[in-house]
């Protein structure tokens, strides 16, 4: 199953958030959207970082309530490992679990087109487990 089929059944709106917003409203949007990681998106539209809640709490660990008013370029992580469309779910599972993040953003032409995550890729491999659990209890009913 490629990562195109997982984006299909999702919002096409990706959440995304600047370097110099704080830390405090970037944690309220995905309070709000209910999302684990967000999207760091420069000047010209490209991505510079991802923010991820495990950013903040470690943030708040360092720093306490001051923390919130930090900008989320002083946190964000500026590296980020990105995908495309074409790749399979299990690929991007392998590569999430070797970098030891939840989350990733797929560039198609340049272009942020969404992002999953590691809770996404999951259910899909699921629902894909139990449906040739069923075709083989089929299988073997009638044979
Ligand atoms: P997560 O497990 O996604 O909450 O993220 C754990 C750490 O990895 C945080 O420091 C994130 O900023 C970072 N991170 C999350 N996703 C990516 C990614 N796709 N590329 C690089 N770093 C990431």
């Given at each position: 199953m490629s990562v195109a089929s997982i984006l299909s059944g999702k919002s096409t709106n990706v959440i995304t958030t600047t370097p110099d917003m704080s830390l405090h409203e970037t944690a309220q949007t995905m309070a709000q959207k209910g999302i684990g990681a967000i999207i760091v998106i420069?000047?010209?539209?490209?991505?510079?970082?991802?923010?991820?809640?495990r950013?903040?709490?470690r943030a708040i660990a360092e720093s306490g309530a001051a923390a919130?008013?930090?900008?989320?370029?002083?946190h964000m992580t500026k590296k980020v490992v990105t995908t495309d469309l074409a790749s399979s779910a299990v690929s991007v599972m392998q590569r999430m679990t070797a970098g030891r993040f939840r989350h990733m953003p797929i560039v198609e032409d340049g272009k942020l087109a969404g992002v999953v995550s590691i809770g996404d890729l999951i259910k899909h491999r699921l629902s894909q487990l139990e449906e040739e659990q069923q075709a083989l209890k089929e299988y073997i009913a009638t044979a």
């Open positions: 420069g000047a010209s539209g490209e991505i510079v970082g991802i923010l991820s809640e950013d903040i709490m919130l008013d930090h900008r989320v370029s002083t």
